[in-house]
């Protein structure tokens, strides 16, 4: 599996063990879950099949302005399941008429009639269906009656927390707190996009920077401030810091920008795709009283980034 399959382009199987869900972040729970998948798929020789959703359910019930900020992209999760034995993921797009059928039609009509079960893995506390009415009763009772057997995941915790979707965004959205996120994630949280031509105000204080332009606008940024990351660039990795923010010091800006300072490197490399993995936060965001207050700043924390990255400095 190189890439997610609609459900128009996905042909009937049978033989499935599957599970359903919008696994945004594919974290320990969610991965708790695909472990069984594939280890009863393994040993029935059936597909291991994730279905899943397009956009977020929540941006089609309960629409903002926004829209849900997601841990992972559809290209993402695919990737990731693929890395955790997944066979295929099917994709079903997810619109105003589907929202409203009910939790009996979808397993019949769906999962039944048009992707195939053999063997059904769900978590303990998954609803689905209109109103999420649906539940381990429902799939229960259809079992019976359309010939598939129903297997229970149980909770996943870290530190006594029970790990969500939900909790994670949380913790990058508001706290920055990318080390826990990592812990929940399973690995560390991060963002890939395309490097762009900003005002280049960072190479005339001797901190020229690359900005990323995100390949998702929904893909969540950790909260403001600056962070120690890994960059694959070009084939090769390099270490590095990140700052994210409006650029207070100066003009300041009227949206986000996400730039990163490599250490080691000055190439041209506009056009590049950059792939950046967090690895901790350094600080907050900060209006610095001037240039040279700011430049003493970033000295400091590119030599923190360098502790961390060396190994000789922990959280």
């Known amino acids: ?79 990731i ?33 048009r992707i195939g079960v053999d063997e059904f893995v769900i978590g303990y506390d998954h609803h ?31 530190d006594h927390v029970t790990v969500s979707s939900t909790f994670i965004r949380k913790l990058l959205e508001v706290d920055g ?4 996120a990592a812990g929940m994630l399973g690995r560390r949280y991060e963002v890939s996009g395309t490097i762009v031509k900003g005002d280049q105000r960072g190479r005339t204080i ?5 900005n990323l332009e995100p390949e998702s606008g929904n893909k969540i940024l950790p909260a403001n401030g600056v962070y120690h ?17 409006f650029r207070p010091t100066f003009k300041g800006e009227s949206k986000v920008v996400p730039e990163v300072h490599l250490f080691d490197f000055n190439r041209m490399v506009y056009g590049s795709r950059m792939r950046v993995r967090f690895n901790r936060r350094i600080r907050g965001e900060k209006k610095f009283s001037s240039a040279e207050a700011l430049v003493e700043q970033l000295v400091r924390d590119r030599e923190t980034c360098r502790r961390f990255g060396n190994g000789t400095e922990k959280v």
């Open 206 to 210: 001797g901190f020229p920077t690359a």
């Open 229 to 245: 990351v890994e960059v694959t660039l070009e084939g090769q990795t390099f270490h590095g810091m990140m700052n994210i923010g």
């Open 1 to 79: 599996m190189s890439k997610p399959v609609f459900i128009q382009d996905y042909q009937k199987n049978p033989a499935n063990v599957l599970t359903v869900g919008t696994f945004d972040g594919v974290h320990l729970g969610h991965q708790a879950l695909i472990h069984n998948v594939v280890d009863r798929a393994r040993k029935k020789s059936g597909p291991a099949v994730v279905v899943t959703f397009d956009p977020h359910p929540r941006d089609v019930i309960n629409p903002s302005s926004d829209g849900i900020r997601l841990l992972t992209t559809l290209t993402e999760r695919a990737s």
């Open 177 to 180: 707190n990318v080390s826990s």
């Open 128 to 158: 689905f269906g209109r109103d999420r009415m649906g539940s381990i009763n429902t799939l229960q009772k259809l079992s019976n009656e359309l010939g598939f057997s129903v297997h229970v995941e149980k909770s996943h915790e870290v």
């Open 81 to 113: 399941m693929r890395d955790y034995g997944i066979d295929q993921m099917v994709v079903i797009p997810f619109t105003r008429d589907f929202s409203i059928l009910s939790s009996e039609e979808f397993i019949r009509e769906f999962i039944f009639k």
